[in-house]
C-alpha cells in the first residue's frame, strides 16, 4: 500500500525536539520510477540553474531533456530548488554529477546537485520538518512513495544556514537519513576520492551514502554484504578469511565513531529500507514491523504515531535490518527478535483513570506541568495516558505519589527520582533513570539503552528487555542500595563502571532454550554491587578479553619454544571461551601467569564469577525484589521456577564485599 | 637538540619494566600537555602534529574496558599484526639474543625486519612473521614468508626486473626504497608485483619521512590494480632509527603507514647491552610491546576510533598542525589547528 506524504510528516514531527530550524528534509522512493533521472538541484537564480543545465548538457550532449523547473516559491535564505529530467546511462550521469558540483564550488557558485535518480526524490531544506513539508507543497502534490525517509537536523559539525548541508543525502537510488558523528570519515573520503568521487558537501552523512552506491552500483555487491562492511560489527569470533579479506580490501568502507543510519533503495526490481546502528551503539535506533509495512526510527514514538500496535524491537550493537517490499524481513538485525519481543507485547491488563490527564496534543512542558499541578493539589496517583514521546516526565517532583502512564514516555523519564512510583505501561525509551535515589519504575514492556545510569537508590523493574549500557556506574551508600531487575534480555556494557548496588537479569522470554542472555563486555570495570544473570555467561563476555588470534599466537609462540605441548596447545584452540579465567584451567600456573599479561592491568582486575543455584545469600538479598517483579507482572510462577531451578552466573569485584548481605526485615 | 629527549626516554624504560614499578602501563593523564611543538623544542614535522581528539558528539572511549583493535593486516590480510609495529636493527646485536628477541616478537604479534639471515635458521612458523631482507638485490623470494628487497631508485628497480624471472612471485614481496615521493618510482614498483613498500628514511631520500609517506600514500590511491585503488592492495610501512614512540607510530599512521619499523627505540628502552641476561631482554621487550600498544589504544580511545587500520590509517583529517608552513601542511594533507 503506498504511504502519503503526511505520514512522514507526522512521525518526524513527534521528535521536533530533537532537531532544530536548522535543516530538514523527506526522500520518496518508488518501485515505479521516472522513466528519466530527474537531477535535483540548488542554485540562488534562474541563470544560476541554467548554468548548471549547460555544464550538464556539455557533459551528457543531447540528454538533459528540459530546462530546469523551480521547485518550489519560497526559497531557503535566497536558496530554491530546480529539477531536470536527464536521459543517461547511470554511470555517464554519475560521472557528469561529479563533475558538474566540483566546478560549481571551484566556481564559487553557491549551488550544488543533490539527487539524481528515477526512483528517489529528495526535498529538503532549511526550516523544521514542517516548515520544509510546506514549502515543497508536498500537502498538495499528492505524492504517495513505497518509502518515506525523514529527517530534522540539530547541526554539529557543519552550518545549517544552506540547504546543502540537510538530510536526507541521495546518491543514485539511494537516499539516507543519519544521526551521529563518525570518526572514520578521513578514512572513509580518501577511499571515496581515490574512486573518483570529486565533490562534497564536507559532511559525514554524505560520505555513508557515496559508500553505499559505490559499493552497490559500480562493485555490484549485495546490500548485506555492504551492510556488514559499513556496520563493522565488534565480534568475539573469529571471523572466516574471506570475510577477513573483504574487511581489508573495503577497509575505506568501514565507519567508526558514533553512527545511526537509516536508507532507503530501489535497485528498479524491489524497494529496501535498510537501518543500521555503530558497533558501540552510541545512536539510538529502533526498528517495527505490523501487518502492512516496515518502521526504522531514532525513537519508537515515532513508530507508534504511524501503529499503535506494531511489534517494535531495536538492532544490535554494530548490526543492521533490512526489508523489502516484495521480501519482507531479510534479516532482523537481532537473532531470535520474535522471543524477544515476547515478554514486552504480552497483555496489558490495566485502563487509566477517567480523571487522567490526556497528553495528545501536549509538548513535554504542558504534560510535565499538569502532571506537577494535580501533585501539588494532593493527588497520590495521577494517570497519563496518550503519551507520545513526551520527555522528562516525573522529573523534579519532591512528593511522594504513584504516576501510571499508559503510551510510549520520551528519553529521560524519571530521572533523579526520588520518591515517585511510575508505573508504565508500555515501553520506554532511552535514558530512563539516571541518577535515581529513591522511589520504584515498574516497566510493562522493553527499556532502550543506557537505563539507570548512576542508579543509587530505589527499584526498577522491566518485563520485558533493557538495551546497551543498563546500569552503568551504578552505586551505593549505607542503606542506600538500588536494585534493578530485567524480565527479558540486555545488550552489550551492562552494569560498565558499576560500583555499587545489585542487577538482575532473567531471561524469561529465553526460558525454554540454551542461549546467553546478555551481550558483551558485561561488568566491565566494575568495582562494587552484584550481578545475577540467569544461565551460564561465557567467561569472555564478563570484562575485557583480548582479541583471541593475540591469545593463540602468544601460545602458539610457547608451543616452540617447548613451554607449552602441541596437544595442548590444539585442546584449547578448540574453547571457544578464551578468558583467563578458562585459561587458567588448562595450563600450567606458571604460562598461565606469564599470558595473564595480555589480559591484566592495573587498571583491570580480575571480577569473581561462579554459576551456581542461589543460595541463601543470594535469596536474602534478592528475593523480596523478585516476588515484587512477579506480582507487578503476573510473572511470579515464573520467577518462583528461577528462584528454585535456575542456575545463575554471579559476578562481583574481588576486592571487598561492598555488598553486605542483610538479614530482610521484619514484617 | 636530542631526538631523545629525557622524558621520551623514561616513558620507553618505563614501559619496558627497566625502570618505575609498573612495567607496560603508560600513566594515566589529563588534558594539557608538556610536549612540543609548544613547551619542548619541536625535532620533527611529526611534533608539529597534534591529534585533534574526542569531542561530544563524538566520544572517547576507553581501551581498558571496551574493544579497540590495535591490529593491522599485510598482503592481501595474509599477514595479521597484533600491532603497528614491526622489530627492526636485530642485525647489529648479540647473536645469542636474536632468536629469543625474535620469538618475543612472534608471541606478542609483532613484525620482525631482519637483514643477512637465512630461511633456514627461522622456525617455519616464526618465519611468516618475519620480513627477511635478501642480501643480494635479486628478485626471488626466501621461501616461507615475506621477502624485502631494497630499492634505491628507479634504475636500480628496472635493472632488478631485466635480471629477474618474475613469474613466480606468490605475493609476498616488500620493497625497502628511501624517503622519496617520485610517483613513477613507485607506480612501478607496484606494476612489478611488490605488495608491501617500507618508506625508510636511513636509506636517504630527499623528502624527510613524514612528506614522503603522506605522498606515497596519495600516489597509490592514485593508481589502480585490477580495478581498485592500489593503497587498498598495497601495504606501506615507515621505517627511521628517530621513529621513538607509539605517538610516532600514531601520527605516521596518520600519514599513510599501516605499521612502524622500530629500530632504535626498543633498545633504548630495554637498555639493551650484550651483557644483560636473554631473558631479561625478551621480557623487557614484551612489557614494552604490550605498553605501546596500550598508549596506541589510548591514543586511539583518545580521538573516538576503535579500529587502527581502517579509522587510523591515512585518516589526515583526525590530525592537525601547528606552526608548519602552509606548502608543508598541504603536502601532507594535515589542516592547520583550528580548522
Redesign the interface.
Known amino acids: 500500500m503506498p504511504i502519503p506524504s503526511r505520514i512522514a510528516l507526522n512521525a518526524i514531527e513527534c521528535v521536533r525536539y530533537r532537531g532544530s530550524k536548522m535543516g530538514a528534509g523527506f526522500a520518496c522512493i518508488n518501485l515505479r520510477g521516472e522513466p528519466t533521472a530527474k537531477v535535483k538541484l540548488f542554485t540562488q537564480s534562474e541563470n544560476d540553474s541554467m548554468l548548471i543545465y549547460r555544464m550538464l548538457e556539455e557533459r551528457l550532449p543531447g540528454r538533459a531533456a528540459a530546462k530546469p523547473v523551480p521547485e518550489h516559491s519560497q526559497d531557503f535564505y535566497s536558496i530554491s530548488s530546480y529539477t531536470i529530467p536527464v536521459d543517461a546511462e547511470y554511470e555517464d550521469l554519475w560521472r557528469a554529477v561529479q563533475e558538474v558540483n566540483e566546478a560549481i564550488w571551484r566556481d564559487g557558485l553557491k549551488g550544488r546537485i543533490y539527487s539524481w535518480g528515477r526512483h528517489v526524490d529528495v526535498f529538503k531544506g532549511v526550516g523544521y520538518p514542517f516548515d520544509v513539508y510546506e514549502i515543497f507543497r508536498l500537502g498538495n502534490r499528492d505524492l504517495d512513495g513505497d518509502l518515506w525517509l525523514a529527517h530534522t537536523r540539530q547541526p ?2 557543519s552550518p545549517g544556514r544552506f540547504p546543502f548541508w540537510s538530510h536526507p543525502f541521495a546518491s543514485g537510488e539511494w537516499a539516507i537519513v543519519h544521526n ?8 572513509n ?3 571515496l ?3 573518483g568521487y570529486k565533490s562534497f558537501v564536507g559532511t559525514d552523512s554524505e560520505v555513508i551514502v557515496y559508500l553505499l552506491d559505490y559499493l552497490t552500483s559500480f562493485q555490484h555487491m549485495n546490500v548485506q554484504e555492504v551492510a556488514k562492511i559499513l556496520c ?1 560489527k ?1 565480534t568475539l569470533d573469529v571471523p572466516d ?1 574471506e570475510f ?2 573483504l ?6 568502507a ?1 565507519l ?3 553512527f545511526s543510519v537509516i536508507a532507503g533503495f530501489c535497485d528498479g526490481h524491489d524497494v529496501y529500507l535498510l537501518a543500521f546502528a555503530d ?2 551503539k ?1 545512536r539510538p535506533i529502533i526498528v517495527g514491523e505490523d501487518e502492512n509495512y516496515v518502521y526504522a526510527a531514532s525513537e519508537e514514538a515515532q513508530i507508534r504515531t504511524i501503529s499503535a500496535d506494531a511489534r517494535v524491537w531495536t538492532i544490535e550493537p554494530g548490526d543492521y535490518f533490512l526489508a523489502s517490499q516484495k521480501h519482507g524481513i531479510i534479516y532482523p538485525g537481532r537473532t531470535m527478535y520474535e522471543k524477544y519481543c515476547m515478554l514486552a507485547s504480552a497483555t496489558k491488563p490495566h485502563s487509566p483513570d477517567e480523571e487522567s490527564i490526556d497528553a495528545s496534543n501536549m509538548n513535554y512542558r504542558m504534560l510535565n506541568q499538569a502532571i506537577h499541578e494535580r501533585i501539588e493539589l494532593g493527588y497520590r496517583r495521577v494517570d497519563v495516558k496518550n503519551v507520545r514521546g513526551q520527555r522528562y516526565i516525573g522529573v523534579g517532583i519532591d512528593k511522594p505519589a504513584t504516576l501510571r502512564i499508559f503510551g510510549t514516555p520520551g528519553n529521560c523519564l524519571g530521572n533523579l527520582n526520588s520518591c515517585l512510583d511510575i508505573e508504565v505501561f508500555g515501553n520506554v525509551q532511552d535514558d530512563v533513570a539516571d541518577v535515581m535515589t529513591g522511589g520504584r519504575i515498574i516497566v510493562h514492556g522493553d527499556a532502550r539503552d543506557v537505563l539507570a545510569q548512576a542508579f543509587q537508590g530505589g527499584a526498577i523493574y522491566v518485563r520485558g528487555n533493557a538495551g546497551n549500557r543498563c546500569g552503568i556506574q551504578m552505586r551505593e551508600y549505607r542503606d542506600r542500595r538500588p536494585f534493578l531487575i530485567i524480565g527479558g534480555r540486555v545488550d552489550d ?1 551492562l552494569a ?2 558499576m560500583a555499587g548496588g545489585v542487577i538482575a537479569v532473567l531471561g524469561l522470554n529465553y526460558l525454554d532454550i540454551e542461549t546467553e542472555i546478555v551481550g558483551n ?1 558485561i561488568a ?2 566494575m568495582v562494587g554491587g552484584k550481578i545475577y544473570v540467569r544461565g551460564d555467561v561465557s567467561s569472555s563476555k564478563i ?2 578479553t583480548p ?1 583471541r ?2 591469545v593463540l ?2 601460545l ?3 608451543v ?2 617447548g613451554r607449552l605441548s602441541e596437544g595442548k596447545y590444539r585442546e584449547i584452540t578448540s574453547i571457544g571461551d578464551l578468558s583467563l579465567h578458562t585459561l587458567k584451567k588448562f595450563l600450567p600456573q606458571e604460562i598461565s601467569k606469564q599470558v595473564s ?2 589480559y591484566l ?4 582486575k580480575e571480577l569473581v564469577v561462579e554459576t551456581r543455584l542461589l543460595n541463601e545469600h543470594d535469596l536474602a538479598l534478592l528475593q523480596p525484589h523478585l516476588q515484587e517483579f512477579g506480582k507487578f507482572f503476573n510473572l511470579e510462577r515464573e520467577v518462583r521456577r528461577v528462584i528454585e531451578e535456575e542456575h545463575f552466573t554471579i559476578i562481583y569485584p574481588k576486592t571487598e564485599a561492598v555488598t553486605k548481605v542483610e538479614e530482610p526485615e521484619e514484617g | 637538540m636530542s631526538v631523545w629527549r629525557g622524558d621520551i626516554v623514561a616513558n620507553l624504560r618505563t614501559l619496558a619494566g627497566v625502570e618505575g614499578k ?1 612495567p ?2 603508560p600513566p ?1 593523564v589529563s588534558m594539557g600537555s608538556v610536549n612540543p611543538p609548544l613547551i619542548e623544542a619541536p625535532c620533527f614535522i611529526l611534533d608539529h602534529i597534534i591529534s585533534d581528539g ?1 569531542q561530544v ?3 572517547s ?2 581501551p ?4 579497540t ?1 590495535t ?1 593491522v ?1 599485510l598482503f ?2 595474509g599477514l ?1 599484526l ?1 600491532m603497528p609495529i614491526i622489530i627492526s636493527g636485530l642485525n647489529d646485536i648479540e647473536p645469542k639474543h636474536v632468536s629469543p628477541l625474535i ?2 616478537c ?4 609483532v613484525g620482525v625486519h631482519l637483514e643477512g639471515s637465512t630461511a633456514e635458521e627461522i ?1 617455519v ?2 618465519r611468516r612473521f618475519v620480513l627477511l631482507e635478501a642480501e643480494h638485490n635479486t628478485l626471488r623470494e626466501i621461501d616461507g614468508g615475506p621477502t624485502i628487497i631494497r630499492i634505491d631508485d628507479r634504475e636500480a628497480l628496472v635493472k632488478l626486473m631485466k635480471t629477474s624471472d618474475a613469474t613466480h612471485l606468490s605475493g609476498q614481496l616488500a620493497a625497502r626504497v628511501p624517503s622519496t615521493a617520485e610517483p613513477a618510482f613507485y607506480s612501478s614498483i607496484v606494476d612489478a608485483g611488490f605488495r608491501v613498500i617500507i618508506v625508510d628514511e636511513d636509506l636517504g631520500g630527499e623528502e624527510p619521512l613524514e612528506i614522503a609517506l603522506s605522498e606515497v600514500d596519495q600516489v597509490l ?2 593508481l589502480k590494480v585490477e580495478g ?2 592500489a ?3 598495497v601495504g606501506l610501512l615507515a621505517a627511521a632509527s628517530r621513529i621513538r614512540s607509539s605517538s610516532d607510530v600514531f601520527k605516521l599512521g596518520g600519514l599513510g603507514a599501516d605499521a612502524c619499523i622500530i629500530r632504535d627505540a626498543w633498545k633504548i628502552a630495554v637498555d639493551y647491552r650484550s651483557e644483560i641476561a636473554t631473558s631479561l631482554l625478551s621480557e623487557r621487550l ?2 614494552l610491546l ?1 605498553g605501546m600498544q ?1 598508549e596506541i589504544k589510548l591514543l586511539m580511545g583518545a ?5 587502527f ?10 590530525f592537525r598542525s601547528i606552526d608548519l608552513p602552509l606548502k608543508l601542511t598541504e603536502r601532507l594533507g594535515v589542516k592547520p589547528a583550528g580548522e
Open positions: 554539529t559539525n551521529g558523528d563518525i570518526s572514520s570519515f578521513g578514512s573520503i580518501e577511499l576520492r581515490s574512486i563493522n565488534f578469511q577477513i579479506k574487511l581489508y580490501k573495503w577497509r575505506g568501514r567508526d565513531g558514533p558497533r558501540f552510541f556494557y560498565e563502571y563486555c566491565s570495570g570484562g575485557l582479541p588470534l593475540d599466537q602468544y602458539r609462540g610457547l616452540l619454544e599479561k595480555l592491568s592495573k587498571y583491570w | 609498573t607496560s602501563e594515566i574526542a558528539t563524538r566520544p572511549i576507553d581498558y574496558r571496551e574493544p583493535e591490529e593486516y592481501g590480510a595479521r597484533a620469538h618475543s612472534f608471541r606478542m604479534g622456525p612458523d616464526v590511491k592514485g581498485t585503488p593503497r587498498y592492495e614484551e612489557n604490550i596500550r580521538a573516538g576510533v576503535s579500529a587500520q581502517s579509522s587510523i590509517v591515512g585518516n589526515r583529517e583526525l
